[in-house]
């Protein structure tokens, strides 16, 4: 097929248009406008073009030689910015956000920072954290993987159309048409189904770069009446620049609502095609634009760090119009800088014709720069995670709220653990898989503590608030085997609302069931939930408490622990004063426990309140006997709940001694 390779301008205006406008809606509007989805179409518009007109010319397509022309262009940019993340994150970010960073900056370095983001948004633990500073490189992480996989469907349509022995832009158009169709419909089912994890999917987004490859392929035969193309360019940039401010994207995006962007950029290509003396390429094509389109890969890099920055610096939710303003120029300013000075040197002296290690030499000094640096980083925060107050009478924690324990020998001690690190003091079950995600209804059970010789088994069992105990039962020592069955967002309780998740109500149908099967001592779980919604025992709860009874199962049953308003460990690195990072005590837990209104509670359940080894008499601190509380707002960190190991240890002694 012929292949005309042409310089088109109004291409290098839409970029600038869309770059402007994804800054614009972050800086001001915190929504999704569409631009990035135009950056998609574009791309798969212009990489169709340049592997084709390869194939043309040569009969073939070299692997490496389109990898690294694309990586030449794309990562002397990429690198400084992450770099100057990195630094400036150090310096201005609080401690606690220096590992998800160093993962984030590593994912986007490896292309792969929308995976990372889509596991991070629905997890249930992650989901409320603040925005990353290198965030926005998830659609250049989907363009990486793109990039590749590309090559492999033109490779494969080629090897089709040759042994089949017929013509390549037939099965290459019934390739992208499958891809289009295919990835559509799985857009629009997983934006239904899970819309966080569909904005990140690459699957979700293909039908983008499919249809820029297909208007590749049949433009140049396309001649479209000078009326029609005017007001297709026309149409395309109005719907381009109000998608955005018309309909809520945001909760909506990809799905079938990212037909708007995409449709619009079409109308802009179609039109660019067949130009007129009136046309939108005209606009797209003056000198300002194309300038600021050379600049869009730059403004796009920039931006965004620069408002995460913003925001920490000036401790604000939202720019101003000056502060915006300044951020957009800055951008630019920092763009052209970055093109000028780092990536115009070095695609100079990397060879386009002749790729070499040493010609590349630029690219890894600037990587190995990174790495180096983020390595060491990760390094200096992990060797505090390793260590442990366990047994340490400077770190007593929920003890120092006991009645025998002597306040006249307590002195404040920095808190452990480290801010840095504070966020991944969790419970053993996450790390290890054994935390069941939202979505998912299996029961799974895993085993920890002596799982060969035990006397007793003590199964855990709920959500993510009954998974934080697991640390002290753990700490119970030889005589048990800890089991825990716990799911992500689900409480222990067959209660069916509209509120109640499904995946939620079939795992609670199933789970005791399944721990029958183990033959546990006793169950912990919790006994009623700590939100002011709820002043009574949920019945679901009492429902799954009579269903253990039928079976001989004694219940421990604990009540809630307490929700703070603020994330500790985010308040704590940015408030000298751990006092400011508490809540009221009253504000957060009543004063009357919801099982204590019960008349008839569940004779196989023994209820204990813990309350009062983490709040005091009016006020619930962050720090407890010098150890972090919580990791977040809910959620106890693993060296805070392992200090309750003797007093949980003496309720379960009683209960199964009885």
Not at 257 to 270: F, G, K, M
Not at 433 to 457: F, I, L, R, W
């Amino acid at each position: 097929m012929e292949i005309k390779r042409q310089y088109r301008p109004e291409i290098e205006g839409l970029r600038a248009i869309a770059a402007l406008l994804v800054a614009v809606y972050h800086i001001w509007m915190m929504r999704v406008s569409g631009g990035v989805d135009v950056f998609f179409v574009v791309s798969g518009f212009l990489i169709t073009t340049s592997l084709l007109s390869r194939y043309a010319r040569d009969g073939y397509i070299k692997f490496w030689s389109f990898i690294l022309g694309l990586l030449r262009r794309l990562l002397p940019s990429a690198l400084t910015v992450m770099t100057f993340v990195a630094v400036a994150s150090f310096f201005i970010l609080p401690d606690a956000r220096f590992l998800s960073i160093i993962k984030e900056i590593t994912a986007s370095l490896l292309y792969f920072e929308n995976w990372q983001l889509a596991i991070t948004g629905t997890d249930y633990l992650d989901q409320n954290n603040p925005q990353s500073p290198v965030q926005h490189f998830w659609a250049m992480s989907i363009q990486g993987q793109f990039y590749v996989t590309w090559f492999v469907i033109v490779t494969i349509a080629i090897f089709i159309s040759k042994k089949m022995h017929t013509s390549f832009r037939k099965v290459f158009t019934a390739v992208l048409l499958t891809l289009f169709t295919v990835s559509l419909f799985y857009s629009i089912y997983m934006t239904s189904a899970n819309q966080p994890w569909a904005y990140f999917d690459t699957g979700a987004r293909v039908f983008e770069f499919a249809a820029g490859g297909l208007v590749m392929i049949y433009i140049f035969n396309l001649n479209i009446n000078k009326y029609l193309s005017f007001v297709f360019g026309w149409t395309g940039l109005a719907i381009l620049l109000f998608t955005g401010l018309i309909l809520d994207v945001q909760a909506t995006f990809p799905g079938y609502i990212a037909l708007l962007p995409v449709s619009a950029a079409i109308l802009i290509l179609l039109a660019g095609q067949n130009p007129t003396r009136f046309g939108v390429e005209k606009l797209l094509s003056t000198s300002p634009l194309k300038f600021l389109g050379s600049l869009s890969y730059g403004i796009y890099l920039w931006h965004w760090p620069l408002l995460i920055f913003y925001y920490e610096l000036f401790d604000v939710e939202k720019a101003t119009l000056s502060h915006g303003i300044l951020i957009i120029l800055l951008s630019l300013a920092l763009s052209y800088i970055t093109t000028t000075l780092v990536e115009k040197p070095i695609i100079k002296v990397i060879n386009k014709h002749n790729f070499s290690l040493k010609s590349f030499s630029p690219i890894i000094a600037l990587a190995l720069i990174l790495v180096i640096g983020l390595s060491s980083w990760y390094f200096s925060i992990n060797s505090q995670s390793s260590q442990t107050v366990s047994g340490n009478a400077d770190y007593p924690g929920a003890m120092v709220n006991s009645p025998e324990y002597d306040e006249s020998s307590f002195e404040e001690k920095e808190p452990f653990p480290a801010l840095a690190n504070a966020k991944k003091d969790k419970a053993v079950a996450y790390s290890d898989g054994c935390q069941v995600s939202p979505g998912d209804a299996d029961v799974k059970v895993c085993e920890y503590g002596n799982t060969d010789t035990y006397n007793h088994t003590i199964a855990l069992v709920g959500g993510s608030k009954s998974t934080h105990w697991l640390p002290s039962l753990q700490e119970l020592g030889e005589d048990y085997r800890i089991l825990n069955v716990t799911k992500s967002g689900c409480r222990f309780s067959l209660e069916n609302s509209d509120s109640t998740p499904s995946d939620c109500y079939e795992w609670n149908t199933k789970v005791v069931d399944k721990l029958v099967e183990y033959e546990p001592d006793l169950v912990v779980t919790l006994a009623d939930i700590a939100r002011s919604q709820y002043k009574e025992v949920p019945e679901g709860f009492i429902e799954q408490f009579e269903k253990l009874n039928s079976h001989d199962i004694p219940v421990l049953a604990i009540r809630d622990t307490p929700y703070f308003s603020e994330d500790v460990v985010e308040c704590l690195s940015q408030d000298e004063n751990s006092d400011g990072c508490g809540i009221e005590k009253n504000k957060t837990i009543a004063d009357n426990p919801a099982w204590e209104k019960l008349s008839e509670p569940p004779e196989n359940v023994v209820y204990t309140d813990y309350t009062n080894y983490i709040c005091h008499e009016t006020y619930c601190p962050a720090v407890v006997g010098n150890i972090v509380a919580y990791f977040d707002k809910s959620h106890m960190t693993a060296s805070f709940n392992k200090t309750f190991t003797p007093i949980i240890r003496e309720d379960i002694e009683k209960i199964l001694l009885e």
